[in-house]
């Protein structure tokens, strides 16, 4: 059983920072692709971040230039640094990873529960 659980949501003023982590645990032959979602009320889960098995990365527009995804290969956990926070990323946050769990077997896509974060002064 392939487990994905974030933390390190929260609340915040505006302008502050904020690391999220999520951490992959089970029975994993790989992960490939891991990346960040985020959930606003009344409107629909949206990308933010990705990070592949290589290293590169890719952002939302919004969050470029404010955000940092990283992964730990070994701790099998991504990161996401989310710096200049504004009101408007008020969210709950989703960690999404496609995680292969037999040899032979392509990848399965996997959620994890998702994390608030509230930016309000």
């Known amino acids: 059983q392939v487990r994905l659980v974030e933390s390190g949501g929260g609340l915040v003023q505006p302008g502050e920072s904020l690391r999220l982590s999520c951490a992959a645990s089970?029975?994993?032959?790989?992960?490939?692709?891991m990346g960040w979602y985020r959930q606003a009320p009344g409107k629909q889960r949206e990308f933010v971040a990705l990070?592949?098995?290589?290293?590169?990365?890719n952002y939302e527009d919004s969050v470029k230039g404010r955000s940092t995804i990283s992964r730990d290969y070994v701790k099998k956990t991504v990161y996401l640094q989310m710096n200049s926070l504004k009101p408007e990323d008020t969210a709950v946050y989703y960690c999404?990873?496609?995680?292969?769990?037999?040899?032979?077997?392509?990848?399965?896509?996997?959620w994890g529960q998702g994390t608030q974060v509230t930016v309000s002064s």
């Open positions: 999404n990873a496609d995680i292969r769990t037999g040899v032979v077997a392509p990848p399965d896509n996997y």
């Open positions: 089970g029975r994993i032959i790989s992960i490939n692709n």
């Open positions: 990070i592949d098995r290589g290293g590169s990365t």
